[in-house]
């Protein structure tokens, strides 16, 4: 690097730019969440969802709805933040954990399951949900009663999905698995009876079931196969993850959290386990 020459007069304009950047440095924090981002001095929070996923996170032409999208948007209130303070961001599967990482949001609230592997690279606040794998089949259809009656029935999820593994190899294994692109695919094969059953987290099918074109065509059946603890996940050593906590636990006694499990899943007929306690992860 060439040093060059500094007048008085430079020196004197060159203290007073580096006294107002020491001031504004003050102002600011490297953990967005505590102290907001973006332009000016509006504070912003940006939060991962599922934007795909009726009744859990959803991007539709009105703004962003489901159960995940109303405990983010309690947490960021308990936070500091207003709805319109609050940037969503598409969280999909596969990137959750990268995101968190990189700092791409401060946190993520998207059908998110805490799991060992997962808990290796990010930390979690929570569990707010317990989810269990199920099933959904047609409202008509009495002949699944049971995981066993899978067997032989043509069972779909999206293609790469644990859910379907976990019925074929364990509890159904002569199922005939059908893997589709999307979870809206299954539901039309389901309905099309193409397809006998669709098998993922119950809360997600919950979702399905009770958009408004699909209103009393399916049911869950209800075979409770795998516990699913949704936990909002943060970047590993964050503070945020007690202060999540204490939002959740006050959510939970205020009663929002039945609210927001009333409005986006109950539809379907969804039976909810009760609110998990803070740090109580069924296995």
Request: contains cysteine; aromatic residues 6%.
């Amino acid at each position: 690097m060439k040093l060059r020459k500094v007048t008085a007069a430079s020196a004197a304009v060159l203290a007073l730019a580096l006294t107002a950047t020491a001031c504004g440095s003050d102002d600011k924090d490297s953990d967005s969440a505590d102290t907001g981002s973006g332009s000016g001095d509006k504070k912003q929070i940006t939060i991962g969802i599922k934007f795909d996923q009726p009744g859990i996170g959803q991007k539709t032409p009105d703004g962003y709805e489901g159960f995940d999208v109303d405990v983010a948007t309690y947490v960021a209130k308990e936070l500091g933040y207003s709805e319109d303070q609050i940037q969503w961001k598409e969280a999909k599967s596969a990137d959750r954990e990268t995101m968190l990482q990189r700092g791409d949001v401060d946190f993520i609230a998207a059908s998110y399951s805490i799991t060992d592997e997962r808990d290796a690279k990010v930390d979690f606040a929570g569990p707010y949900l317990l989810a269990h794998q199920d099933v959904l089949i047609r409202s008509d259809d009495d002949s699944i009663k049971t995981p066993a009656d899978l067997n032989a029935k043509k069972l779909c999820s999206v293609t790469g999905s644990t859910s379907a593994q976990n019925v074929k190899e364990k509890l159904a294994p002569k199922a005939q698995l059908q893997e589709y692109p999307t979870y809206s695919a299954c539901l039309t094969g389901v309905q099309n009876k193409a397809i006998d059953a669709l098998t993922t987290d119950d809360s997600i099918l919950a979702g399905y079931a009770a958009q408004p074109n699909f209103k009393g065509k399916f049911k869950l059946g209800g075979f409770k196969m795998t516990n699913e603890n949704y936990g909002i996940g943060v970047k590993t050593g964050s503070d945020l993850t007690a202060k999540i906590n204490t939002a959740l636990e006050k959510m939970v006694a205020d009663k929002a959290w039945d609210k927001a499990v009333a409005d986006n899943l109950g539809p379907a007929g969804y039976k909810n386990e009760p609110a998990p306690k803070i740090g109580d992860i069924v296995k």
